[in-house]
C-alpha cells in the first residue's frame, strides 16, 4: 500500500530517530471509505536499517471477513519496495507487544486498547513509541548508536541526533549516499541496483564470453534520477573457471548515447585500476566520483578490459521500476582512445549501483549568501534625493533673504531719529 500511494490520505509515517510517536485510532480497510482524517489506516514506522515496520488492523468484515489469520488484531510486518514482506507480530486488543533493543538500546513498544466503535467505524488505539529509560545523570543513559547525543533531563534520557554526521539513521546530503555511508542510505530506500545476472551464478541460456571479447559498450535508459557510484562486473577466467582475483579494467562513461561519440577523449574516465576481489564470480569498480543522471535521459558505459575473455555477456535488455540497461556491442582491445566495435552485439549481464538524489536539507545555518533577493530594505544609504517633500525644517541656514514680508515689528532698536 505504501508503494503504491493507496491509502495516503489515512497513513502515518514515524520516524523514531527523530523522536516521533504515534498515537492514534487504527481502522480496518472496510471502513476507509466512510472515515474521517481522524482515523489511521497503516502505520509506516521507519527503521535505520531500511526495511520499514507496517502496522495494520485485520478487522474481519466486509471484504475482509474472511480471513484466516490474526483476526481483529494489529498485524506488522517488514518490508522494503521491490522486496518480500514478512509479518514480526500480531497484537490482539488490550495487549502489549515490544522489538527489543529497535534503535539506541531501547526496545520499540506498540501498546493497543480495547476494540471501539464510533458512528459506525470499528477501531483500535494504539501507541508506538521507544521505551523510556529513567534516570538521575548523563551516565545512566547510554547509546548503541553513534552520531547521537545522550543526556538525562528529568529524569528521563533524551536521544538526539547530530546532523550531517554518518551514523545518526538519517541519509542526508552529506553521507554522499550508499557507496559512502552504508550505515545511513540503505538498499532500497535510499539506494538500489539493477541487475542482469544472479549474484551466484552466471549460467543459463542468455550467457556469452569468448578470448575476443575486451570489452562491452552500452545505454542506460533513466527512468528515475539517479547517481551511479559502482559497477558490480562478472567474471570469469579464460577456461570458464570462476575467478581468483580481481582483472585490471577502465570504465568510462559520458551523458547521451554511445552512438553519437566513439571518441573516449570526450568521455568521462571514472575506474582505472584492479576490480575487487572476486565475490564467486562478481567484482566491484567503484567509481571515483558519482555520475549523476536526469529523469528521462540516456547514459552510456564502456568498460574495457586488459586482456580478453574475462567477463560474460548477455543479448537481453535488462530493467527495473529506474531504468534500462540496453543491449550494446562488444569491443575490440582498446587503442587510440576510439571504440572498435568486434562484431558481436551484447548486453551487461553485471549490475550498476546508484543512488537515488538525496533532498533532506541541511538542519545547520550556512555561511554562503542567500542567492535570492531580500524582501527587507537596503541598509545602504541611498545617494538619489527624495522625491517626497518633508515635513521637517531644513537644518541648514539659507543664504537667500526671505521673499515673505513680516507682520510682526522688528526686537530690535533702531539707530535712527524718529
Known amino acids: 500500500m505504501s508503494e503504491l500511494g493507496w491509502y495516503d490520505d489515512k497513513s502515518a509515517v514515524i520516524d523514531l530517530v527523530q523522536n516521533e510517536e504515534f498515537d492514534g485510532n487504527v481502522i480496518g ?24 515496520y507496517f502496522l495494520t488492523y485485520n478487522r474481519a468484515e466486509g471484504m475482509n471477513a474472511g480471513t484466516q489469520e490474526a483476526g481483529n488484531k494489529i498485524v506488522v510486518v517488514e518490508g522494503a519496495p521491490n522486496e518480500q514482506s514478512w509479518k514480526l507480530a500480531e497484537i490482539g486488543p488490550g495487549e502489549n507487544y515490544a522489538f527489543p533493543d529497535f534503535l539506541n538500546g531501547r526496545d520499540l513498544e506498540i501498546s493497543v486498547g480495547a476494540a471501539a466503535s464510533s458512528s459506525g467505524i470499528n477501531y483500535l488505539p494504539v501507541t508506538v513509541r521507544l521505551e523510556t529509560i529513567t534516570c538521575n545523570s548523563d551516565s545512566d543513559c547510554r547509546s548503541t548508536r553513534s552520531c547521537t547525543t545522550v543526556s538525562c533531563d528529568s529524569n ?29 542510505c540503505v538498499v532500497p530506500t535510499h539506494c538500489n541496483e539493477i541487475d542482469g545476472q544472479a549474484d551466484t551464478s552466471w549460467g543459463g541460456t542468455d550467457v556469452y564470453y569468448g578470448n575476443w571479447a575486451y570489452g562491452i559498450v552500452f ?24 575467478p581468483v582475483s580481481g582483472v585490471f579494467a577502465k570504465v568510462y562513461t559520458k551523458s547521451g548515447s554511445y552512438a553519437n561519440d566513439d571518441n573516449l577523449n570526450n568521455w568521462q574516465l571514472v575506474f582505472n585500476g584492479t576490480s575487487s576481489e572476486p565475490n ?25 578490459y586488459a586482456k580478453g575473455g574475462q567477463f560474460v555477456y548477455g543479448s537481453n535488455t535488462v530493467s527495473n521500476s529506474d531504468m534500462i540497461i540496453q543491449q550494446g556491442y562488444i569491443t575490440q582491445e582498446e587503442s587510440e582512445n576510439i571504440l572498435r566495435r568486434y562484431g558481436n552485439d551484447g548486453s551487461f549481464k553485471g549490475g550498476i549501483k546508484y543512488n537515488y538524489f538525496i533532498t533532506s536539507p541541511s538542519v545547520l545555518p550556512s555561511n554562503e549568501p542567500n542567492a535570492l533577493p531580500s524582501d527587507e530594505p537596503s ?40
Request: glycine share 4%.
Open 280 to 304: 564467486f564470480y562478481q567484482s566491484l569498480m567503484t567509481f571515483s566520483s558519482k555520475v549523476s543522471a536526469a529523469a528521462d535521459s540516456t547514459q552510456a558505459f564502456y568498460i574495457s
Open 29 to 52: 480497510v472496510n471502513d476507509y471509505s466512510i472515515s474521517n482524517s481522524s482515523y489511521t489506516l497503516f502505520v509506516e514506522i521507519k527503521n535505520p536499517s531500511g526495511r520499514s
Open 156 to 184: 528521563v534520557c533524551t536521544y538526539s541526533p547530530i546532523y550531517n554526521c554518518c551514523g545518526n539513521g538519517i541519509c542526508e546530503e552529506s553521507d554522499q549516499g550508499c557507496g559512502v555511508c552504508a550505515s545511513d
Open 379 to 418: 541598509i545602504l544609504p541611498y545617494d538619489e534625493p527624495s522625491v517626497l517633500p518633508s515635513d521637517e525644517p531644513s537644518v541648514l541656514p539659507s543664504d537667500e533673504p526671505s521673499v515673505l514680508t513680516s507682520d510682526k515689528p522688528s526686537v530690535l532698536p533702531s539707530d535712527e531719529p524718529s
Open 219 to 242: 545505454d542506460v535508459d533513466v527512468t528515475t534520477a539517479a547517481q551511479f557510484y559502482e559497477l558490480e562486473v562478472d567474471l570469469m577466467q579464460q577456461n570458464g573457471a570462476r
